[in-house]
């Protein structure tokens, strides 16, 4: 059954909907049906493995670390906005940041956290020499975003996920 339809309840759930976005006929839960189905399969072709987690309390940390994180930005950026900066001497910049994650589900978390902390974007990201390319809106020194996402996240998610 399973390999018939690899995700009944989203099926069920898709087919729900349908019914609830048209009117109820006899066509409809035919189309409906067969819609849900064909995009059942089609996210059982698409469905990354599974991700092993190995210290659940790492990410419950970073959570809390992220969460602050992203007060100060929001605090600091609107400051700058607001005020003009350091007599209006703001020097935006990019930084090539060496990354000793490889596995794509926690560097897909390190993406989500840079791009929601304000002030800084995850640009470019190379495969191959595990080099992240991030913007920084106000940089100050180059060394410390390299520490700072060295050690702050990327040494937690290294503790969370297995190599």
Avoid: Q
Avoid at 79 to 92: A, F, N, P, Y
Avoid at 97 to 104: Q, V
Avoid at 144 to 156: N, P
């Amino acid at each position: 059954m399973t390999r018939l339809f690899p995700h009944p309840l989203l099926t069920c759930a898709l087919l729900l909907l349908w019914l609830l976005l048209t009117s109820f006929s006899l066509g409809n839960l035919v189309l409906g049906f067969g819609v849900a189905a064909l995009a059942s399969r089609a996210l059982a072709a698409i469905e990354p493995e599974r991700v092993k987690l190995r210290a659940p309390m790492a990410l419950v940390r970073l959570f809390f670390i992220v969460g602050l994180d992203i007060m100060r930005s929001n605090y600091a950026v609107a400051r700058l906005i607001l005020t003009g900066g350091r007599h209006g001497r703001r020097h935006s910049g990019f930084i090539e940041i060496p990354l000793r994650l490889r596995d794509p589900a926690p560097l897909a978390l390190l993406a989500m956290i840079i791009t929601a902390t304000p002030g800084t974007a995850w640009v470019e990201y190379d495969d191959e020499t595990s080099t992240l390319l991030l913007h920084v809106f106000d940089m100050i020194e180059t060394d410390d975003w390299v520490k700072l996402i060295g050690t702050r996240y990327e040494s937690l998610l290294l503790e969370a996920f297995p190599a």
